[in-house]
């Protein structure tokens, strides 16, 4: 395995993966407010979303930093809430 697939966040982690947990954390219609990109407003659905971000590469580049944002909150905040569960024993 490269150097550059050890350090990659995203690495064995789908598009249509990607797709999924930020329509699931943010529902379609914050989403394309969050990144302003048609195929989130009209219509939105996964399989077109993954058809324009695949041809896509600025739009994919956007979509995927706000993957990784989303995860690391999401990380703190289970942290943060299994250290209140510790601090109360």
């Given amino acids: 395995m490269s150097e550059q697939q050890i350090n ?3 690495h064995g982690i789908t598009l249509e993966q990607i797709v999924v947990k930020l329509q699931e954390s943010y529902g379609w219609e914050d989403l394309g407010q969050l990144i302003k990109i048609r195929c989130f407003d009209t219509d939105p659905s996964v399989k077109s979303s993954l058809k324009f971000l ?3 590469p600025w739009a994919r580049k956007k979509v995927e930093e706000l993957y990784l944002v ?5 990380k703190r905040k289970r942290r943060k809430t299994e250290m209140k569960r510790l601090n109360r024993r």
């Fill in 70 to 74: 989303t995860v690391k909150r999401e």
């Fill in 8 to 10: 990659n966040p995203l």
């Fill in 54 to 56: 695949r041809k896509t």
